[in-house]
C-alpha cells in the first residue's frame, strides 16, 4: 500500500516498487479512475497496450475505465480491486495499490463494509437542493468523523455518506441541515427515518428490507465480516509525507504546470456532453475551471482558489490516514525502497 495526499509522490514511487516486487499497480484515485479525466486528475501519462493501461512499463489497474457520465462508487472500486488483486496473486504478482482516497482503499481491503444501502434515487433528488453546507452540518451529526474525512464541498459524495450514515441511526432531531422540519413528520426506521425530515417516507425496495447499515470507519484497523484476499499480516503500508511548507509547494508548481491543460480539458469533456452539474461534483480541479468558464470566478481568484481547496483536501486526507496506525511514514523513495522486506529478484 503506498498512501499520502495530494502531490506528495505516490505514483512515481509506486512504479519503483513494482520494478523492483515484479508488481502492478492498482490505482485508487476517485477521479483517475474515469475516462478523459486525465490533467485534472493527476493521472499518469500511460496509454492502453493490448487491452491493459501501461505506464513506464508497468501495468496499471483500475484507471481510465469508467464513464465520466456515470457515477463510479467505492463499492464499483471495491469489485475492480478484488478482480486484480486475485489475478495478481494468482499469477504470483505482488499487488501494489497506490493512491489519496482511503476510503476506497480501506473499502477494497475489507476494512469497512459497503453496499449495505442501496442508492436511493428519491432520497437523492431531494438532498439535490440543499447546499453543501447544509449537508455536511447534517453528516456530521450522524458521522463526525466521515464528516472530517470527506471532500466537504463535494454534494455528490456527501449526499452518499448521508445515505450510508443514516441508515445507522434514528432521525429523530426536529431541526436537521439548518432547517426545521418539525411539522414534517418523523419516524424511528433507522433506515428511512431520514426521508422523514421531507416529509414522506417511500417504500423500502426489496434489496433495501434485508440490507444491514454500512460502518465505514476513517482508516480503522478493523476487518469487516465479509473478509479480505489479502491477510492483514502480509500488507506493508507505507505512506509518503512531506513538510507543510513542501507539500504547498508541490501543489503549488503542479498546479501551474496543469492549469491551461485542465481547462482544455475541460472545455472538451463539455463539449462531449459532460454536464456542468457533473463536473461539479468532480470537485477540486473540474469544480473551479467550470467556475471559472461560467464567469463566476476570474481566473486570479480561480486559481487562488483551487490552490488553497487543494491543499485543505491535502490535510484531511492526512486526517484519515492518520488514523491507520499500521502506515509507516516514509519522506523519500530511497527510505521506502529499504523498508520493502522482500526482494523477488533475490528469490526471497
Given at each position: ?72 462508487t ?18 504470483g ?32 433528488k431531494?438532498?439535490?437542493?440543499y447546499s ?13 468523523a ?52 421531507f ?13 444491514k ?44 504546470k ?91
Amino acid at each position: 500500500m503506498i498512501v499520502g495526499p495530494n502531490a506528495s509522490g505516490k505514483s512515481e514511487l509506486g512504479v519503483k516498487l513494482a520494478k523492483k516486487l515484479n508488481g502492478e499497480i492498482i490505482s485508487a484515485d476517485s477521479r483517475q479512475v474515469y475516462k478523459k479525466l486525465d490533467v485534472g486528475s493527476g493521472k499518469v501519462r500511460g496509454r492502453w497496450k493490448k487491452g491493459v493501461f501501461i505506464y513506464k512499463n508497468v501495468t496499471h489497474r483500475c484507471i481510465d475505465i469508467a464513464d465520466p457520465k456515470k457515477v463510479f462508487t467505492a463499492l464499483d472500486f471495491r469489485k475492480c480491486a478484488e478482480k486484480a488483486i486475485a489475478d495478481l496473486l494468482s499469477r504470483g504478482k505482488t499487488p501494489i495499490i497506490v493512491g489519496g482516497a482511503g476510503f476506497y482503499i480501506d473499502a477494497a481491503l475489507g476494512r469497512i463494509k459497503l453496499g449495505g444501502v442501496p442508492p436511493d434515487p428519491v432520497l437523492r433528488k431531494k438532498l439535490a437542493d440543499y447546499s453543501t453546507t447544509q449537508l455536511l452540518n447534517y453528516l456530521t451529526e450522524l458521522d463526525p468523523a466521515r464528516a472530517k474525512s470527506i471532500e466537504q464541498k463535494n454534494p455528490r459524495r456527501l449526499i452518499r455518506a448521508i445515505e450510508i450514515a443514516s441508515a445507522k441511526h434514528d432521525s429523530s432531531p426536529k431541526k436537521r441541515c439548518g432547517v426545521d422540519f418539525a411539522s414534517r413528520g418523523e419516524t424511528n426506521d433507522p433506515l428511512n427515518g431520514f426521508f422523514a425530515l421531507f416529509g414522506t417516507v417511500p417504500k423500502r425496495s426489496e434489496g433495501q428490507k434485508g440490507a444491514k447499515p454500512s460502518e465505514p470507519r476513517a482508516g480503522g484497523a478493523r476487518m469487516s465480516e465479509e473478509g479480505a484476499l489479502v491477510s492483514p499480516k502480509n500488507i506493508l503500508w507505507l505512506g509518503i509525507k512531506r513538510m507543510p511548507e513542501e507539500l504547498k509547494k508541490r501543489i503549488r508548481t503542479r498546479l501551474i504546470k496543469r492549469l491551461l491543460g485542465i481547462i482544455r480539458e475541460v472545455k472538451k469533456l463539455r463539449r462531449s456532453g459532460v454536464s456542468w452539474k457533473r463536473l461539479y461534483d468532480f470537485g477540486l480541479e473540474y469544480r473551479y475551471i467550470s467556475l471559472y468558464l461560467r464567469g463566476r470566478l476570474d481566473y486570479k481568484l480561480m486559481a487562488t482558489q483551487l490552490q488553497t481547496a487543494t491543499w485543505h483536501y491535502a490535510k484531511r486526507q492526512m486526517t484519515y490516514f492518520k488514523k491507520n496506525k499500521e502506515i509507516r511514514w516514509i519522506s523519500a523513495n530511497k527510505e521506502a525502497l529499504r523498508r520493502v522486506p522482500i526482494s523477488i529478484k533475490d528469490g526471497k
